[in-house]
């Protein structure tokens, strides 16, 4: 079965500072790669995604993530944050192959959090 | 663009009680998706509709059932509601099931069951 790991529950950062969170995906198949947002409150909203082409795939808000498919990895970052990117991150994979093909596995989400 | 569109958007039942949460998107997409999200679980998977006329279980479907009305509506109903279905639920759809298409997200609704 598919799994998306993230390995970091919870970061703290100052403004300013760069922000890097880890996603690694277990499932050796073609895969689409999505990096979703949650505002305190809100609903889901899509980053960024990577369905294939140029690994280094870029999104709203200044964030971009790396594709490197020899780590399974599909990692976000932003070289400097703000205040407003204090959010939830999850990253999602969706296979293409298998039982739950078509259907977005999320990993457990990073809290993170921006002091000003 | 209303998007996805679900109702209500907080409940509070007592255990025992049903309800049914409704879902509602307006972007012609044929797949529609409802998930839980719990604290440190993140999202899961209760039911899928990849289709108008299909229905297939996810990872979490025990207590749930769901019907697709139509091709813009996907219910979601709890029949004999019970704590462990506090949570939030959120709706999704995509354009189709397989592929590289994205999901798009409801605003959620509250569930508390007491």
């Known amino acids: 079965a598919q799994s998306v790991s993230q390995h970091n529950h919870h970061v703290i950062l100052s403004e300013a500072a760069s922000l890097e969170l880890g996603c690694n995906y277990s499932y050796g198949g073609t895969v689409n790669l999505f990096w979703y947002v949650q505002y305190p409150g809100q609903h889901l909203q899509l980053l960024l995604k990577?369905?294939?082409?140029?690994?280094l795939v870029k999104g709203i808000k200044g964030f971009e993530a790396e594709f490197i498919k020899s780590k399974f990895s599909f990692n976000l970052r932003k070289p400097s944050v703000q205040w407003s990117d204090t959010a939830e991150y999850f990253c999602?994979?969706?296979?293409?192959?298998?039982?739950?093909?078509?259907?977005?596995?999320f990993g457990k989400g990073t809290k993170l959090s921006v002091k000003p | 663009n209303a998007g996805v569109t679900q109702t209500p958007k907080f409940q509070v039942l007592k255990t025992g009680q049903s309800m049914t949460l409704q879902c509602a998107q307006d972007?012609?997409?044929?797949?529609m998706y409802w998930y839980r999200q719990d604290p440190g679980m993140g999202l899961r998977l209760i039911y899928y509709s990849a289709s108008e006329g299909t229905t297939d279980k996810g990872e979490v479907p025990n207590g749930y059932n769901v019907s697709r009305l139509n091709k813009r509506e996907f219910s979601l109903r709890l029949e004999s509601a019970a704590p462990s279905q506090t949570s939030v639920y959120f709706c999704a759809s995509s354009f189709r099931d397989r592929g590289p298409t994205e999901a798009f997200f409801g605003q959620g609704t509250r569930l508390t069951v007491v």
């Open positions: 999602a994979v969706k296979g293409e192959v298998g039982g739950s093909q078509g259907n977005l596995i």
């Open positions: 990577y369905f294939s082409g140029d690994p």
């Open positions: 972007m012609n997409h044929n797949s």
